[in-house]
């Protein structure tokens, strides 16, 4: 009795999380926007449409019997589709997408682009400028729709009747256009009043040229002139950016003929720099065929960790890491920039994860003894 109590509990709070979970799987599958299979592999296309100084927004859904996912009960664009997962889309086919559902004309121009966390599936956001006509049109043919101020949007964003996507873009929109009309690359004010904000009107993004897919312009609206000890903080970040700048390790690697010695010593000519092999073959001097070396494709570049070794040495982890590490130092002391190229995985992880090995002297007693055991007395010995 004692023994099949905690078991017979066991297994049922094992059926219970199984069915629990088998259920959250299901309904989240039927109602991610719609279907589960655009979960898996798919992309979603967004139209944001102004028309004049409003934007175009679908109402709340109260149909229970339409399957309109999360975003049903929320304000939300009218303009949104998901087709198979694609990298890019043309403007064109964007553009004829649109007037495949809205029915209506209008000028298209890419906003950004996001993903879901997920390689396969991706988003891209589109500005829609609707006029005067079409958005008559529009109005006469979508009752659904309705034509919203940005500041009555704000008091839907405030008390969460905008479905999330819309909250975000309507933020980017309009938090990037501020910065943008207020300050410059640097975060220096266009206006020499302090704590000044230009006027906002959805009617004149269509003038601007904001690269909303440059999210320089949302570090700004964060940190500029009308920050607290801007210029200090920012000749401190410059200071501490240009010195580690100068200072850290470039990394290039990749498969075997990928061209990795070419762009190394390219990038190493522009920026003064001085390449490190991380190639586990290169080392070993007279073994020219068959590891590439390409010797005379350096030219004056320096190249450290080359011809280091002679020919069946073994040469290990611990010996590459001290080397590699003593040249980074070396070059970094000149003034010079070091650039770690080669495909030897080992050597790169290693590297980059700061692996630090002790050194372990050899128990050459040992190893005699061990040597002079039949392969059978050592699997003995071992499992003692």
């Known amino acids: 009795m004692f023994f099949w109590t905690p078991l017979t509990l066991f297994i049922i709070t094992i059926v219970v999380m199984a069915v629990r979970y088998l259920g959250l799987c299901n309904y989240y599958e039927q109602h991610f926007e719609g279907s589960g299979q655009q979960m898996r592999r798919s992309t979603m296309l967004r139209y944001i449409i102004i028309a004049d100084n409003t934007i175009v927004l679908r109402k709340p859904q109260s149909d229970p019997d339409m399957d309109m996912g999360f975003t049903a009960a929320c304000y939300d664009t009218p303009a949104s589709l998901v087709i198979p997962h694609r990298q890019s889309i043309p403007d064109d086919e964007a553009h004829t997408l649109f007037k495949e559902i809205m029915d209506v004309d209008a000028d298209i121009r890419p906003m950004y682009v996001t993903d879901n966390g997920n390689a396969d599936c991706n988003i891209f956001h589109y500005l829609c400028f609707l006029s005067e006509e079409s958005a008559a049109t529009l109005a006469a043919k979508r009752p659904d729709l309705e034509f919203a101020t940005i500041y009555h949007i704000s008091r839907l964003i405030d008390s969460k009747q905008t479905a999330r996507l819309l909250s975000a873009e309507i933020y980017r929109l309009h938090t990037m256009a501020m910065a943008w009309k207020t300050y410059d690359t640097h975060g220096d004010r266009h206006y020499k009043i302090k704590h000044y904000q230009p006027t906002f009107r959805l009617r004149d993004v269509h003038k601007w040229h904001i690269d909303f897919n440059d999210s320089k312009w949302l570090s700004i609206s964060e940190f500029n002139a009308d920050s607290p000890f801007f210029r200090l903080r920012r000749f401190w970040k410059k200071t501490y950016h240009r010195q580690r700048m100068n200072t850290s390790t470039i990394i290039i690697t990749g498969p075997t003929a990928s061209g990795k010695t070419a762009r190394a010593v390219a990038l190493a000519r522009r920026i003064g720099g001085e390449i490190i092999s991380a190639d586990s073959r290169q080392i070993y001097r007279g073994m020219d065929i068959g590891t590439g ?92």
């Not at 002079?372 to 050592?378: D, E, M, P, V, Y």
């Open 293 to 384: 070396k390409d010797m005379a494709e350096y030219g004056d570049v320096a190249v450290h960790l080359v011809d280091i070794a002679p020919a069946g040495y073994k040469y290990n982890l611990f010996e590459y890491l001290r080397d590699a590490t003593a040249a980074e130092a070396d070059i970094i002391s000149r003034g010079r920039r070091p650039i770690v190229c080669g495909g030897t995985g080992l050597y790169i992880e290693s590297l980059l994860k700061g692996l630090r090995l002790p050194q372990v002297p050899p128990t050459n007693s040992s190893a005699g003894s061990f040597q002079a055991r039949a392969l059978k007395s050592l699997h003995i010995y071992w499992r003692r």
